[in-house]
């Protein structure tokens, strides 16, 4: 089976031969070690990871980085987004990465990270403003919010004809305490551009998966009403497991699941085998849905753990 | 409903106009500035923090009322100095060194403002002498500290190690909090308090006095 059969085994809830993986780390230790390997896909290479995450190479602020959590925005005011040139989804180098990332792993779940729209006008205006402007210049932020919209689609459209394995929607909605901002508004100003990027990828047969950190429990229905199959990264100490697996378990898979601030950091090797076991038990049985990943795990984690986190995935979950 | 009411109702529903507006109309009633804060301002976010706390309102609803507070605020302070109306506590508050968020710790400012604390809001990046000294110089009894990057948390115990060794210990209470901040994280590095949201950590902060 290769990765990207046992990826999209996965998401539809029929149990692949194993689970599929991934795993996410705080950048610089990430770098280590891709200096060791030699490859920038080295979780696949060097790991077996299942999943490359790729991204089209267009920015809102300028430039080319594609990272809109990355970026380094100077424009604050509203008059300045407004008369921003925008990027040209059809300039072919947007779509560079995805096509390097697709020819050169033709057996890997590709999927494509999608900051959304909201999220885009949250980079341009900061997050310290965009709450307060869904009160104050709610015209603007939908003005805003079109424009981006309309270029993301183009994108969105091309990259499933493109042939990627998943479309992946990102954005912060909640904190460890909950959402940061009301379903209502949450209803207004995010998930109908959302819902039209999402409906691309449906038309094309490509599953849907959303991230969000934090305790997501209120957010989950919204989601599914979008389209979504997978939440990203569902992490344990906000997220109650079994009670997702009851709740929504029949309608959405988990990618993630895992531990990113005590165990897999903290714990003994040990301890690591038995908690990627215990995530395994209770999400991903008995259907399968579930890709294993962590959030950004911290630059100390010793290697002897995240070597126990991969074995375990690799040698010790059967269905 | 009363003019402080009135100031309580709006400042929830963050209309800073006519929080100030209310303001200036209440104390030409001759109500006194200090029951103007405690009956009005106070009394309409203590309400938003309790929602909050509850997932009744979001961040941005706690955003728009704090401003209204702060719209409130411009009139009132002037006259709660002449009237010779002390705070009841002084809060050095700042994000720690290597941490540029900021969110969080200013709805901890407002809330902390909105319960009557004098707030020395030190910002970002703050460095631990930058927290002593300010607590020095301006006498303030409580430090309050916010992290929000598991790889700036450790600066928390720098600021409380510097503590000690200017002789502080127990003298300045710290307080901390911020997205990976636990209890038991607290605990280990010896700060004197800790809450997971910024309702409660004016209680926290009140139960230092
Ligand atoms: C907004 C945001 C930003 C904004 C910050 C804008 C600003 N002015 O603050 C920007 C874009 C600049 C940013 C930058 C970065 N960020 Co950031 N950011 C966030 C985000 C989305 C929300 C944080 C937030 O404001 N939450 C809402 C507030 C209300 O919640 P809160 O801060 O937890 O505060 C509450 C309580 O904790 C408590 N509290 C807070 N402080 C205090 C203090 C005291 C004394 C007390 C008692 C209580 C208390 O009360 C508050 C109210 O209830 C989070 C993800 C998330 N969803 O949490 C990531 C997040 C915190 N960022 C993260 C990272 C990694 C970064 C960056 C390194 C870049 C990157 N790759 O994303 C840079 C680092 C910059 C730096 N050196 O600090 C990570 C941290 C991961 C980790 N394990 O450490 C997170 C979790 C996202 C992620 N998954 O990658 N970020």
Sequence with gaps: MTSKERFLKALNHQKPDRPPFNFWMDRPLMQKYENEIGHRHWRVTHFGADVIETFPLINFSGG???????????????DEIDNLSLPDPNNPKVYDLIKKDLDEFPDTAVILDMITPWGHVTTLRSYENVYMDMYDEPERFHAASRKFTDILKVVTERACEMGITALYLMEDLADRNGLTISPPMIEEFVLPYAAELSEIAQKHNIPVMFHSDGNVGDLLDMLTNIGVQAVNPMQPHLNNASEFKKKHGDKLAVYGGLDNCYIIPDG?????????????NVIGKPDGALIFSTHDIPEYTPKENVEALISTIKNKCFY | MSVLQEIAENLMKGKAPVVKELVSKALDEGIEPATVLADGLIAGMNVIGARFKKNEVYVPEVLIAARAMHAGMDILKPKLVAAGVEPIGKVVIGTVKGDLHDIGKNLVCMMLEGAGFEVLDIGIDCAPEKFIETAKDKDAKIIAMSA????????MKGVIEELNKAGLKGIVKTMIGGAPVTQNYADEIGADGYSPDAASAVDLAKSFL
């Design chain 1, 268 to 280: 003994t090797p040990e301890e690591v085998r038995e908690h990627v076991l215990d995530v395994f």
């Design chain 1, 64 to 78: 080319t980085d594609a990272n809109a959590w990355d970026a380094h925005v100077e424009i604050k005011s509203w």
């Design chain 2, 148 to 155: 929000l990057l598991t790889t700036t948390m450790p600066s």
